[in-house]
């Protein structure tokens, strides 16, 4: 097998942005870590989060991955510079996608929903400063929603309500872009697209991190060159199955890892 790209999360939610990367980079192997057994990541420490990084990182090492794609918008504003400084590999991260959501805004107002160590970032801060002049961001937290993914409850009453309840004050705000600052959220979309007035744009950073990779790996000239059967292995410390069943499909093998 040639080298593969390795990607962590902290559950299940970077599996969106894997399959962003499976659709640019086809040629690609990589090797996935849903650290369910710690999410939410969101209400832990900077510390605590760093640690978390380093375990994940070391072990995708110990696989041999060439670059490491950080699919976590909370674990890439806390660790992404400690990761950088102490390994010997391209790191691609995940922030929430302030600058498109800037450019793009008509109304002047930007919704953001994000994790509570997303928000809290000095990351976030900063981009957020550096591309929002003269735009209002209202920054919601999506506490628990992470949990309700973890759990396979993606179209539950409770995923439902809670949403509601966090969009609304921005609906009331008059926002027109409405930034997915978590890589789980995407799979709330179709429960989005319900109850959002159809002028309001929903924009992840998805396709970005892919376009990103693609360009680090030719950039470092380590990208896949031979066209032939990928293999895409996935590792859950907790929860397999809801794993399983957002990454079923050919060349794909689920299982469990105590890590
Ligand atoms: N997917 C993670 C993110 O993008 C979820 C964070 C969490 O575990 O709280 O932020």
Not at 169 to 176: W, Y
Request: some cysteine.
């Amino acid at each position: 097998m040639l080298k593969p790209i390795g990607i962590f999360d902290s559950g299940v939610g970077g599996t969106s942005i894997w399959r962003e990367l499976n659709k640019l980079l086809p040629n690609e192997h990589s090797i996935y870590l849903a650290d369910s057994k710690n999410a939410p990541y969101g209400t832990k420490s900077k510390e605590e989060i760093v640690k978390l990084c380093i375990k994940n990182t070391e072990l995708l090492l110990k696989a041999d991955c060439k670059l490491i794609v950080v699919a976590c918008n909370t674990a890439t504003t806390n660790a992404i510079d400690y990761l950088r400084e102490n390994y010997n590999v391209p790191f691609i991260g995940i922030e929430p996608a302030i600058k498109p959501a800037a450019l793009q805004t008509k109304t002047k107002n930007v919704g953001v929903l994000a994790t509570k160590g997303t928000l809290s970032s000095s990351l976030f801060h900063n981009t957020s400063k550096l591309f929002t002049e003269g735009i209002t961001i209202i920054e919601q937290e999506g506490t628990g929603l992470v949990e309700l993914i973890e759990t396979g409850k993606v179209n539950s009453e409770k995923t439902k309500e809670l949403l509601r309840k966090y969009i609304s004050p921005m609906l009331q705000k008059n926002i027109d872009c409405l930034v997915l600052g978590c890589t789980h959220y995407p799979y709330l979309v179709p429960l989005l697209q319900d109850f959002l007035p159809s002028d309001v744009h929903i924009i992840d950073s998805g396709e970005a991190v892919a376009r990103q990779t693609q360009a680090v790996l030719i950039q470092n000239e380590i990208q896949a060159k031979v066209k032939g059967t990928v293999q895409h292995f996935f590792y859950s410390n907790s929860n397999v199955e809801v794993l399983q069943n957002l990454v079923n499909g050919d060349n794909v093998t689920v299982a469990y890892k105590d890590f």
